[in-house]
């Protein structure tokens, strides 16, 4: 026997002589016996060495039972130290405080601690009979668990009574300091799980402590102070802990409502009257549960931005599948999110109307209840909520906020609608598409078989073609169709990523919005201009009203137009000369009446999205949805036109790239009206008119600022265009 153990013997047979003769000099009360007890016990765990002892001296201090009549050499051999003991036990020191300020300062060592009555005690002591002596009801919930099965698997891991609510210096589970009081069980629970936690449906335990840390029930707690706030326990039950598979768990799929209940007074009874509470009910496993929409950690206040955008693709998750026997031939998500609700909130607004405005949140029913919010009665009124359109009337209902216009049998008419501008799309650029790649194919021919057009020098004047009005209203459409395009497109193509970046740009979609109405006004003020500047023009003819309005002047279509144009395929195909073109080319009039008649159709439709609640007061709801369908294609015919058939026109085609520089400078060069229009200088030369609309020739630095204005306009409209393309494919 060694040294340390023949000193802890002696101290132990001293111990017991002492004692000895207490008991002969008087008989102790129980308090006094206890505290012998104690101090027995104080006797080593009292040091604060002992926290420091190695495995070996450890082992030296315990491990040998002795009877009063056995001699020590007679004492039953030691187990042998297997080596995976731990270095040092820090919690083999126990502080006299502690144990004063626990719940348990009135118990004995040995109480808990039963197997220590005898010293010295064995090496390897039992765990603390806190459960089964005294918490007989927590002990039993515990030992049905989750945790008690991995204790019972010998899970170094597990959670024991002590790991969670400590050990001799306990406190109560309201004193400020105990791991498991409201403001720290949190981190209790989450420093263990963030560790040794397993995954569940592919998401790391750690994941969902993070996502906890951060939710509104974690951080009402630790930066609210917010007592009443859920912890892991209000979920998860704080000892009979089972896994969510378990039907005897509190967070179990079909037990979840009434977890939750607990502390959202009221909303259960609500949830279990609703289309959803009824499912859950019957079994059914469509039947969404609190955790569908909320999630189970990453919960979020419901008044949050981050919820009342995801929300709407919650109920997607179950929405987003056309039943069996619904006749409908799109899902509910899928029509809402075309919907200019959907849209809006896909770019990151709060303020258009989402799923749970018009339907409910907790007390959704299903349509044909008459207490449904969307019941038909009750449409006004819920159309009519505080912060929607507060002015809704019978006409404003008939809108339909999931019409599918590819649903023939459902919606004949947004389908007729639909497919009257499918067919004018391809007809425009089926025929003008051909066009431009046959000029372009020809220009090219034309030129390496004679070479490029001779380069004349400068003049020192130009033909006047434009006036200053006309130079205005065309800097105006500009201006406005590609203000209105940036800001409206993004709309169409809400759910790609270049969208999201195209409205942030003009600082969200709400500005965005605001940026998109100026624009239109301007371009309908720009539209009064013009038709101010025709009328202008009318007064001042110098010849009869049908000659101003079907004159060489004039954009209205004449029969040389289609004489023109058969004449321009025919030299395209080498089979016939170039038409003598006069002062408006067939493609430039298609342009202006297509401006013109493409204004009135975006700009009417815009008007009746623009203001709604008036507009039902004279149309029925569902001209809204012609409406969007009107506005959204009509803007991608114009832009497709525009940012490929009318940019090839001005700019790119071959005599007049990289730029045509008439619309900045009013003025063309003198030959260059001659070979352009021939008709037209040829009239002018008749009629004595050439010399009075000759004007000096703009300075040449111009030109520089043209060339990169255009080249900046034309790049934009291409990127537009090319982005516009990607969504369009990316939506098939």
Known sequence: MNAAKLIFLAMIFGLTDSVGLCQAAAQPTETQYNDALDRRCMQCHGQAHIASLGPTERRAMVGTWLDADTSPDAAAQEEPLTGDEPAERPELYVLHADLAASPHADLR?????????????????????????????????????????????????APTCASCHGGH??????????????????????????????????????????????????????????????????????????????????????????????????????????????????????????????????????????????????????????????????????????????????????????????HGHHDILPLADPDSRVAQHNLIRTCGQAGCHENANASFVKFDPHADYTDRKNYPVLYGVWWYFIIVMSSVFTFFGLHTLLWFLRSMAHRVRHGPLPKRPPAETQIRRFTSLNRVNHALVVLTFFGLTATGIPLVFSEQGWAKMLAGLFGGVEAAGVIHRVFATMLLLNFVLHFIGLGRSFVRRSGSWSRWLFGPNSLVPRWKDVRDCVGMFGWFFGRGRLPRFDRWAYWEKFDYWAEVFGSMIIGGSGLLLWFPELASKIFPGWAFNIAMIVHGYEALLAIGFIFTIHFFNAHLRPGIFPVDEVMFTGSVPEEELKHHRPEEYDRLVKSGRLESLRVPAPPRHRRGLHIALAIVLVGTGVTLLTFIIIGGLQSV
């Open 109 to 157: 060592c040995v109480d808990c601690h039963e197997d220590s009555a005898r010293l010295p005690h064995p090496a390897t002591l039992n765990r603390a009979t806190c459960a089964r002596a005294c918490h007989t009801e927590v002990w039993e919930q515990y030992s049905e668990g989750s945790h008690s099965e991995a204790y019972q698997m010998h899970d170094a891991r």
């Open 169 to 358: 210096d306990m406190r109560r589970v309201d004193d400020r300091a105990a791991p498991q009081h409201r403001l720290n069980s949190l981190f209790l629970c989450g420093d263990c799980h963030a560790e040794h936690g397993p995954s569940a449906e592919g998401v790391a335990s750690a994941q969902r402590v993070a996502s906890y840390l951060d939710s509104a029930h974690a951080k009402a707690l630790t930066e609210a102070g917010l007592l009443w706030a859920a912890t892991c326990s209000d979920c998860h039950d704080a000892h009979g802990v089972h896994k969510a598979d378990d039907p005897r768990s509190t967070v179990f799929r079909d037990n979840i409502p009434h977890t939750c209940g607990k502390c959202h007074e009221g909303i259960e009874e609500v949830y279990d009257t609703s289309v959803h509470g009824q499912l859950l009910a019957a079994g059914d496993e469509r039947g969404p549960v609190c955790t569908d929409c909320h999630t189970a950690h990453s919960i979020t206040r419901a008044s949050s931005q981050a919820f009342m955008l995801d929300i709407i693709n919650e109920c997607g998750e179950c929405h987003d599948t056309v039943h069996n026997g619904s006749g409908r031939r799109g899902s509910f998500y899928e029509t809402y999110v075309k919907s200019y609700h959907g849209q809006v909130s896909k770019l990151g607004s709060v303020r258009a109307a989402r799923c749970g405005d018009c």
